[in-house]
């Protein structure tokens, strides 16, 4: 849906160059809900403005829906625009409208007739929830409220993409779940492609299907969410998954917890089912060696589970290994901490 | 006639007085309003321009910009009074005339309309770069951006500057009655200055200062509305 192709920006400034974006190349699929996540000041919100050209790529290609939009200006770039909605931190609704006329905008922008604004309106007003706010001004909403509002603005006209840039940094968490879940809904609904720029990763946790994780200028890192939540490569994807999953604990605790010498330290990740599979009880009874739980979580990643756990394992060296081999059979991932021998 | 007091009690006086006034009045009001009206039909286009043509806006041209901003400058800068008199010639030009309420109409324009072209400028630039940024990425044309996002976004704005445009415009024509331009501004140096007609000087004087208070509060009271809705 989106292509990416060796994207780069630099902003020319008085005070010198600063490179935002190099060489960054991404392909978003179809009704993904591509997560893009990095620290303050990695480029993401510069990244996210490229895909709409309100920042004009230094160099390189963005294709959306088959459409170069960096060789397009002017009218045909205002036409590919009413194409990709885009919601924002701090939600920048025009205060002089009332919600209804908010969402009636870009629909007036579009060149849009009377009579088809109002349905549409009346439309996208419930599917945000916002039947009864329909005349009222921005300055009377709350945050989540005033999101939605951009949300029904952004999807006026009938975009196939979403982009969001921090859409939910300004709202408390139960709200931030709420806007999320709507997003997930619309989706599903509509099979909207969603960019969702973020510095949180409980958000990519909560809905993405895909992260790509953006350090100093460069993606570092890319892929579906369950793999770069299991095996993090970069040592920045690494401190973010752990800002969510906080279940590494120092090897030498381990150890002290670890009641034998001669044991190793394994931790399992289940995905899915086979996080509620009985595995190690399975595995106890199938390669008879014992099992000491040091820790463990469950969480979810989006609709599925996700856990880890900590285990020491007893067993003479044979049966350790035939107990590798039964877990990988049984597609579970195991990553060795320690060996006591 | 000096003025006493007991000539209060009297009909005549007021017969007399409100004779003078009420023409005087008409004519300020005649001045202020058309003049106002002219300056922010060449102002607001010159203030909108200013801000779209700023580096970054929507309209970047560092050459309108910079040309436009001196020439504005320029005009503000010129005191009221020499600017009346420097623009004798383009006002015979213009009017066929330089004296009288309608030849004074030429050298306020002139004077008020950089100043309403800086008043919308900075009314325009309250209104928050993500907001227009929003409107850009729903597929906003430059123009949409002016006329459907920064002048109804900045519409309390706008109108408190056009209340204190007036009430500056005011000002000036009482200067402008003083070299024959008419009004309650020549009423006030013929009797009251020139006659020893106090009485005149304090009633014109009220009445200006009547004007000027029922602008503002006229002004304050529509931005609110507007902002509070
Ligand atoms: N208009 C600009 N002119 C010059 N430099 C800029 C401009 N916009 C961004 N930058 C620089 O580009 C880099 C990336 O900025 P960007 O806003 O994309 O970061 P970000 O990842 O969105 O950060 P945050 O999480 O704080 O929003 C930063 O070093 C920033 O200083
Ligand atoms: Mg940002």
Redesign the pocket.
């Known amino acids: 849906m989106i292509q990416i192709e060796h994207l780069e920006?630099t902003?020319?400034?008085k005070?010198g160059r600063?490179?935002?974006?190099q060489e960054v190349s991404l392909h978003i699929p179809q009704s993904a809900i591509y997560g893009i996540i990095?620290?303050?000041?990695?480029?993401?919100?510069?990244?996210?403005?490229c895909l709409n050209l309100l920042?004009q790529p230094t160099s390189g290609r963005i294709v959306i829906g088959g459409q170069d939009l960096t060789r397009l200006s002017g009218k045909d770039l205002r036409q590919a625009r009413q194409k990709i909605g885009m919601i924002f931190?701090h939600f920048y609704l025009l205060q002089s409208r009332t919600v209804a006329e908010n969402i009636a905008f870009p629909l007036e922008l579009a060149g849009v007739s009377k009579e088809e604004i109002v349905a549409r309106v009346k439309e996208l007003l419930s599917l945000v929830g916002l039947k009864e706010k329909a005349n009222v001004y921005p300055s009377q909403l709350s945050g989540g409220q005033k999101q939605r509002v951009g949300i029904a603005r952004a999807l006026a006209t009938k975009p196939q993409v979403l982009l969001c840039?921090?859409a939910t940094s300004a709202l408390d968490p139960q709200t931030t779940l709420s806007i999320l879940n709507l997003l997930r809904d619309i989706n599903q609904r509509l099979g909207l492609t969603i960019v969702m720029?973020t510095?949180e990763m409980k958000v990519i946790k909560e809905i993405c299907t895909d992260v790509a994780v953006?350090h100093e200028?460069r993606i570092v890192e890319q892929g579906p969410i369950e793999s770069v939540f299991i095996r993090p490569q970069s040592e920045i994807a690494k401190q973010f998954v752990s800002s969510v999953f906080p279940n590494e604990m120092p090897p030498e605790l381990l150890r002290e917890l670890a009641a034998h010498s001669n044991s190793e330290l394994i931790r399992i990740h289940f995905v899915g089912s086979r996080a509620s599979d009985p595995v190690l009880t399975d595995l106890v009874r199938h390669c008879k060696v014992q099992a000491n739980i040091l820790y463990g979580s469950i969480d979810h990643l989006r609709a599925t589970l996700f856990g880890s756990l900590t285990l020491e394992l007893l067993g003479t060296p044979e049966q350790l290994a035939e107990a590798h081999t039964y877990l990988q059979n049984r597609e579970v991932q195991v990553e060795v901490i320690e060996r006591g021998f | 006639m000096d003025f006493e007091w007991s000539m209060l009690a009297d009909l005549s006086y007021w017969h007399t007085t409100l004779q003078l006034l009420f023409p005087a009045f008409g004519e300020t009001l005649y001045m202020v309003l058309a003049a106002t009206f002219m300056s922010y039909a060449l102002g607001l286009p010159l203030g909108v321009l200013l801000v779209v043509s700023s580096p970054?806006h929507v309209l970047p041209n560092p050459w309108i910009d910079r040309v436009l901003g001196t020439v504005i400058n320029i005009f503000r800068s010129a005191p009221f009074i020499i600017l009346m008199v420097a623009l004798i010639p383009f006002t015979r030009l213009v009017v066929g005339t330089t004296i009288g309420t309608t030849a004074a109409i030429v050298p306020l324009v002139i004077s008020a309309a950089p100043f309403v072209a800086r008043m919308v400028e900075s009314s325009l630039k309250e209104v928050p770069h993500g907001v227009i940024e929003a409107a850009l990425s729903m597929g906003a044309s430059p123009w949409q951006i002016i006329y459907k996002v920064l002048i109804p976004e900045a519409k309390a704005s706008l109108i408190l500057g056009l209340a204190i445009t007036t009430i500056s415009v005011i000002g000036y024509t009482a200067m402008a009655g003083a070299v024959g331009g008419g009004g309650l501004g020549d009423l006030a140096i013929q009797y009251g200055y020139n006659r020893f007609r106090t009485d005149i000087m304090i009633l014109t004087v009220a009445i200006l200062v009547l004007l000027v208070q029922g602008i503002q509060s006229l002004g304050t009271i529509l931005a609110r509305k507007m902002v509070e809705h």
Do not use: C, M, P
């Open positions: 920006k902003y020319t400034s005070q600063v490179t935002a974006l990095g620290l303050s000041g990695a480029g993401k919100s510069t990244l996210v403005r920042e931190q840039d921090e720029i510095h953006i200028a | 970054g």
